[in-house]
Structures are given as structure tokens and as C-alpha cells.
């Protein structure tokens, strides 16, 4: 069984960062592409940012330059730093695993509860 635990969430300043954590376990970084997928009020859940198996990453347009997503594997845990952040980023962030590749909304094989981000002055 996969659990994935995010943390980190919180409101900011728009222009200011944060930085999201998902606590999963080393076997399942190693086995599966981890993700952060997010949802605004209102919308759908979007992809933002993914790493797969060889470590490389991909990142929506939308947060491209801006988000950073990064693994470490020993403690299982995946993380997304967010820089220059924009009242548009508001939203749950939900952390993802998936088999697959691309991850896609429909296609992921875990989630976590997710976290609420909110950037607002």
C-alpha cells in the first residue's frame, strides 16, 4: 500500500515562496514517477510538475522557471519549491505516483489528501 502525506501548505505573499513535502517511503520513489498535481476553486486538477524513474523532470508551463520539484530518496520524500508565487497558484496541491508515463489526472495510481496553498495580499 502507497501512502503519500503532504505538508508545507499555507498562505504567502504573492512574490514570496514555499515549499511543499510529500513524505512517501524510499521503495516507493524507486519504484514509481512521483508528481504534484494541483486544483483551484472551481477547476480542474491540473498536472505541475513530475520526476520520473532516471530523475528527470517536467514541469507545466504555467509554473516553468518558477517551481522546482526535487526527491530525496533515502528519506522518501518528494519535494516543490515554489518561487515568485502568484495569486493564480492558489490551490490544492496533490502529491502523485504513478506506473505510468506521463502522469495524467485520470491515469495516477496514488494520491495524497493534498495541501492548501493560498497567495493572496
Known amino acids: 500500500q502507497v501512502q503519500l502525506v503532504e505538508s508545507g501548505g499555507g498562505w504567502v505573499l504573492p512574490g514570496g515562496s514555499l515549499t511543499l513535502s510529500c513524505a512517501a517511503s524510499?521503495?516507493?520513489?524507486?519504484?514509481?514517477?512521483m508528481g504534484w498535481f494541483r486544483q483551484a476553486p472551481g477547476k480542474e486538477r491540473e498536472f505541475v510538475a513530475g520526476?520520473?524513474?532516471?530523475?528527470?523532470?517536467y514541469y507545466a508551463d504555467s509554473v516553468k522557471g518558477r517551481f522546482t520539484i526535487s526527491k530525496d530518496t533515502r528519506k522518501g520524500t518528494v519535494y516543490l519549491q515554489m518561487n515568485s508565487l502568484k495569486p493564480e497558484d492558489t490551490a490544492v496541491y496533490y502529491c502523485?505516483?504513478?506506473?505510468?508515463?506521463?502522469?495524467?489526472?485520470?491515469?495516477?495510481?496514488?494520491w495524497g489528501k493534498g495541501t492548501l496553498v493560498t497567495v493572496s495580499s
Open positions: 524510499e521503495r516507493t520513489l524507486r519504484r514509481y514517477a
Open positions: 502523485a505516483a504513478d506506473s505510468s508515463w506521463p502522469m495524467t489526472t485520470s491515469g495516477i495510481d496514488y
Open positions: 520526476s520520473k524513474w532516471n530523475n528527470i523532470e
